[in-house]
């Protein structure tokens, strides 16, 4: 393999010492957003930035920006972007290293005097997790121009809006002047991010790193099915109204329907389940759930959720229950740019790596620059796929694969 300038030694440097800011008791790393811990963090990378030959400030949602001027002043920049900010008792790898990564791309950039033209931006984006105010994806959605007066008003465990604690963070943060700090179409070039990939199928399929060509989009539902509650002793089996069997066929038909096409990406989840009231010995008269289905493709998502409610109107029916479904979230799957991707594959033809092509299921920030910019994705392998626990794990030898590869792409855009 050819190797590039990125240092390893460097970057996984980087990695343990941020990894060391918030480090919970069982080796996890816990830094909510504007919290002590994510300002300690932002005065390690705000060095790191610095050496690296950016220039660093702050917008007003928070987000943490390096930049390197290029040779042409008037020409958009090419960003790289992640978070460091972490889930409660989370792991030291998602979104570090999206964010290191992007500055060992531009000490690398700098210490070997590579001229460009485009300026280059590194940004931390503030509140990806929504582990404080229950809301993520923040500063990228206000990068965006997506936040309103109503996710200021957001509070955190001890009643602190999201507001007041943007307010009072300091680095000449101010939520009043937030429209500034919206950028638009034909602001930056394009986005690069990379960041692990939460799931097995790198593991599993025994590649280093791969390239995202679109991101997951979900529909969240509350399902509530309704029937009469009775004694569990003294209603006869035929006669019931019992919404909590009837909850139980549903539940199955949504992993056989989301299993229905073995080619396609489709997930769905029932990830939370109440039956009220919720007695040994009480038939419950209702039950809610919740429902989580994601795909990149929208008209076989909207399929699938259609053969899920004609179910869940079958088995009401069958069962005599009458049921609510009430939609909350129905986000687009976001296509990475065509041209970006085929640049990263060409990265990795010339440093002899084999990257599959992949979808992500998560959510990330380049979901949300993707409505201004052209987005690409690169993940790296992680341990069992697990994430947002203290067991996550990435190795540096991955990391830096992804990194190099980054740093070859980037290098044609800039
Ligand atoms: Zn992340």
Request: glycine share 10%; net charge negative; with cysteine.
């Amino acid at each position: 393999m050819k190797t590039a300038a990125v240092s390893k030694e460097r970057l996984n440097n980087h990695i343990n010492q941020l990894g060391e800011i918030g480090k919970t008791s069982d080796h996890g790393v816990q830094r909510l957003a504007l919290s002590n811990e994510d300002k300690e963090a932002r005065y390690i990378v705000t060095e790191w930035m610095k050496n690296a030959g950016l220039t660093v400030s702050h917008d007003h949602f928070g987000n943490l920006i390096g930049r390197k001027e290029g040779s042409d002043p008037s020409l958009p920049p090419v960003m790289i972007g992640s978070h460091i900010d972490s889930v409660r008792n989370g792991g030291k790898f998602d979104g570090t290293i999206g964010v290191l990564a992007g500055i060992e791309i531009v000490k690398s950039i700098t210490d070997a005097h590579i001229i460009h033209k485009h300026p280059i931006e590194v940004v931390a984006f503030c509140e990806e997790e929504g582990s404080r105010f229950n809301d993520g994806l923040f500063g990228s959605r206000g990068m965006v121009g997506k936040i309103t007066q109503q996710d200021l008003k957001k509070v955190d465990d001890h009643n602190q809006s999201r507001y007041e604690a943007l307010k009072t963070f300091g680095f000449g943060i101010n939520p009043d002047q937030m429209e500034d700090s919206i950028r638009t179409i034909g602001e930056i070039k394009h986005y690069f991010e990379l960041h692990i990939e939460q799931g097995p199928y790198l593991e599993k399929s025994g590649h280093a790193i791969g390239i995202v060509d679109g991101i997951a989009g979900p529909v969240w539902s509350t399902v509530k099915l309704t029937g009469e509650a009775g004694h569990a002793g003294t209603v006869p089996m035929e006669l019931r109204k019992d919404p909590l069997v009837g909850a139980a066929e549903v539940i199955l038909a949504v992993e056989n329907l989301c299993k229905g096409d073995s080619d396609a990406p489709t997930v769905g989840t029932v990830g939370r389940i109440s039956a009220f009231p919720g007695g040994n010995n009480i038939i419950p008269e209702s039950v809610e759930f919740s429902l989580d289905i994601r795909d990149i493709d929208v008209e076989r998502r909207s399929r699938v959720i259609q053969r899920i409610e004609k179910k869940i109107q079958e088995v009401s029916r069958s069962r005599n229950l009458e049921y609510k479904i009430e939609k909350y979230v129905d986000a687009l799957p976001v296509q990475c740019s065509h041209h970006l991707v085929q640049s990263l594959k060409q990265s990795c033809r010339n440093l002899g790596i084999d990257a599959p092509l992949m979808v992500s299921g998560a959510g990330h920030d380049a979901m949300l620059l993707a409505e201004i910019t052209e987005v690409a994705m690169v993940f790296v392998r992680c341990r069992h796929g697990i994430s947002h626990s203290p067991k996550e794990w990435a190795d540096i030898e991955d990391i830096i694969i992804g990194t190099e590869v980054l740093y070859e792409t980037v290098l044609q855009h800039i």
